[in-house]
């Protein structure tokens, strides 16, 4: 038992010496194989530094390329009055204006939006006082759970902004792009009337 | 998202210079951001063309020269594209949401990815996505399927509303490549069917850039219609589009432009039946045999043969719209 032990022990000492001079030799290549491989199939991320003018006020901020100007309100600004529905272009809730327009900040990315100027459903109103077209959704009950709210509200301003308010029928073919699971459709174009009404 | 490279390009040739084999030129990137997120478009560069492309709707010996980057609601709006091609503005607004609208530039329409949910769904087959991953569509869910030009491959639909009333006007599509050679493409040439190489969707060459659209002038401005049929009434893609248009002299039709979206993997233009209408008088019995025609060559998949009659009511409206549009 004895003699096996040290038998044992003088192998363990070579096997554990060969791999300590493998140790000491691998991680160069190691790396250097890594590398490689993120090179050909792992793109690093790349961070690119952005200045966007968000309500009035110029962020500046160091962001993944990836990342989608509603994350960057959200996850970076904590703007969080932008709501992620779909993420995918289809419900509309994310609806922001970029330079005047109304756009979907979900199928933005955030470089893209280099020295913009946005504004998001906490620029709407003037302080205190609530935007008209706010206080109109309040008014004509133009929302139900509320979180298609401020894409309405972005889009509903831009509809008002763009003259699309002639008719009932025109002002849904211009609203199409905000989709409201609770069905308050109704409050929603009657808001965007009162608003054009003036 | 798979992580990318970020560049922002200045001008055609920059961007031309810096696209990699397997990168992605972004103008609005309404369809692109999209894709990517779902990891069906895979770039290692995306590079921004927006400042490079011409943003310019302008009037030149041939028509008039629609920039790349003009946005799909600035060429809505625009003057010159209303009073001398409504039928394009009627096309285009039919198209997205206002707020897409805003974004999505020219020539992004023309090189957007088929909607088919396979396509769309990783989880299941498509050639279009992966050479080899076959075909669901064809024995599947093919409602919005095609009915005309399908391949065993693939039966995806070309998605756009805009490239519709494009191909109706016999419209030319200027590439410019990376040595700096510029084609002209015509519109019907643009686009390809599917064949046995469904993973390409038109003719542009590798690399190449769409710099603008040319539309020649014609006299279609005052005879023309859009019609749209899907799901629900606005905001969804087409199950049955048809662009119409007619060159009258005292009731009699000196020529006729009639093509599809939502039929075919390319817009569809119906050159039997424009033959068929030219020198008859514009009446309700001509269109009506017009419409019998379009019968002839489609073959619908198993659950899409409602697109049939659909299309054929949509192609006799269309053409009665012309007289009262």
């Not at chain 1, 993944?64 to 993420?87: F, N, V």
């Not at chain 2, 009699?252 to 033959?275: D, F, N, Q």
């Not at chain 2, 009506?288 to 659909?310: D, M, R």
């Amino acid at each position: 038992m004895a003699e096996n032990k040290q038998n044992y022990s003088r192998r363990f000492f070579l096997k554990s010496s060969a791999a300590f001079t493998a140790l000491a030799v691998l991680p160069a290549s190691v790396k250097a194989f890594y590398l490689d491989v993120e090179r050909v199939e792992l793109p690093l991320k790349q961070n690119l530094s952005v200045k966007i003018s968000i309500n009035n006020k110029t962020h500046e901020l160091v962001i993944d390329s990836r990342k989608t100007l509603l994350d960057l309100l959200r996850e970076d600004l904590y703007l969080t009055g932008t709501k992620k529905g779909c993420d995918h272009g289809q419900c509309g809730a994310c609806t922001v204006h970029i330079n005047g327009e109304r756009a979907l900040s979900c199928l933005t990315l955030a470089v893209m939006a280099q020295h913009a100027s946005v504004t998001t459903i906490e620029g709407l109103a003037d302080g205190e006082k609530l935007h008209p077209m706010q206080q109109a959704f309040m008014d004509c009950d133009g929302f139900q759970c509320g979180y298609c709210t401020p894409g309405q509200i972005m889009s509903a301003v831009a509809c008002v902004n763009e003259g699309h308010t002639g008719s009932v029928a025109e002002i849904k073919e211009f609203m199409s792009g905000n989709l409201c699971r609770c069905g308050a459709y109704n409050g929603i174009v009657q808001s965007i009337q009162k608003v054009a009404a003036g | 998202m798979k992580p990318f490279y970020f560049e922002k390009t200045g001008t055609v040739s920059e961007a031309l210079n810096k696209k990699s084999e397997n990168g992605q030129y972004i103008a609005g990137g309404t369809n692109l951001v999209d894709l990517m997120k779902k990891n069906i478009t895979l770039p290692d560069r995306v590079i921004d063309v927006t400042s490079g492309l011409s943003s310019s709707i302008e009037r030149v010996s041939l028509g008039i020269k629609i920039g790349a980057m003009v946005r799909n609601s600035v060429m809505a709006g625009n003057s010159l594209i209303v009073s001398a091609y409504p039928l394009l503005v009627k096309a285009v607004l039919a198209g997205a949401s206002p707020q897409i609208r805003n974004m999505a530039s020219v020539g992004g329409n023309l090189l957007q990815r088929t909607r088919c949910p396979y396509f769309y769904d990783t989880t299941t087959p498509c050639n279009k996505r992966d050479k080899k991953g076959g075909c669901g569509a064809r024995e599947g869910l093919n409602r919005m399927s095609a009915i005309i030009g399908q391949s065993e491959q693939c039966v995806a639909v070309h998605p756009s509303d805009l490239c519709v009333g494009l191909a109706a006007l016999d419209a030319i599509v200027n590439v410019e490549e990376k040595d700096g050679k510029k084609t002209k493409i015509n519109f019907k040439d643009f686009h390809k069917l599917p064949e046995s190489t469904p993973w390409l969707d038109n003719n542009l060459p590798e690399g190449a850039l769409i710099t603008s659209v040319e539309v020649p002038d014609n006299a279609f401005n005052k005879h023309y219609a859009y019609i749209k049929l899907r799901d629900r009434d606005s905001y969804a893609f087409a199950l049955v589009s048809v662009a119409a248009a007619l060159d009258l002299e005292n009731g009699v039709i000196k020529s006729a432009r009639l093509a599809s979206g939502g039929v075919a993997h390319k817009p569809w233009r119906w050159y039997a039946v424009e033959k068929f209408l030219e020198g008859k008088s514009a009446t309700s019995k001509t269109f009506k045999e017009a419409a019998e025609i379009v019968k002839e060559g489609l073959q619908p998949l198993s659950g899409n043969a409602f697109k049939v009659p659909l299309l054929k009511g949509a192609i006799e409206t269309a053409l009665n719209q012309c007289l009262t549009p």
